[in-house]
């Protein structure tokens, strides 16, 4: 998918677990037009780094939205909640990619929830 491979396909009934200074990639599959919302528990941050990045992109990687997170604003969000997530709307029905990366110090489990939604 957008010439890349990714680790694995992923849904709302499963999460992957990783290690962060890194990246990865995975694919979400949506059946119509939905909200994809990619939510991150740390363990341990040790460093906060300076950026994370998330981007998820259309069926073809026509479009793409990425959200840029300063490090110091990821690891507040994820102490005073529990879990750093955002999301972005995906309209077409297909396979999408979502890539991942961060320069923060931590274990972690990522899961995606979607939600089907009208734009």
């Keep these: 998918m957008c ?27 949506l059946e ?17 780094g300076t950026l994370t990045s998330i981007v998820w992109y259309e069926t073809g990687c026509k479009a793409s939205t990425r959200a840029d997170v300063e490090g110091q604003s990821v690891a507040t969000e994820s102490n005073s909640t529990g879990v750093f997530e955002r999301s972005a709307n995906l309209l077409e029905k297909d396979e999408h990619l979502i890539s991942f990366k961060s320069d923060l110090e931590a274990t972690y489990l990522m899961k995606v929830e979607i939600t089907p939604t009208v734009f």
């Design 3 to 29: 010439n890349q491979t990714a680790s694995c396909f992923i849904g709302d009934q499963s999460y992957i677990e990783g290690r962060f200074p890194g990246q990865g990639k995975i694919i979400v599959r």
């Design 32 to 48: 119509e037009p939905s909200e994809v919302k990619v939510s991150f528990y740390f363990d341990d941050i040790s460093a906060v």
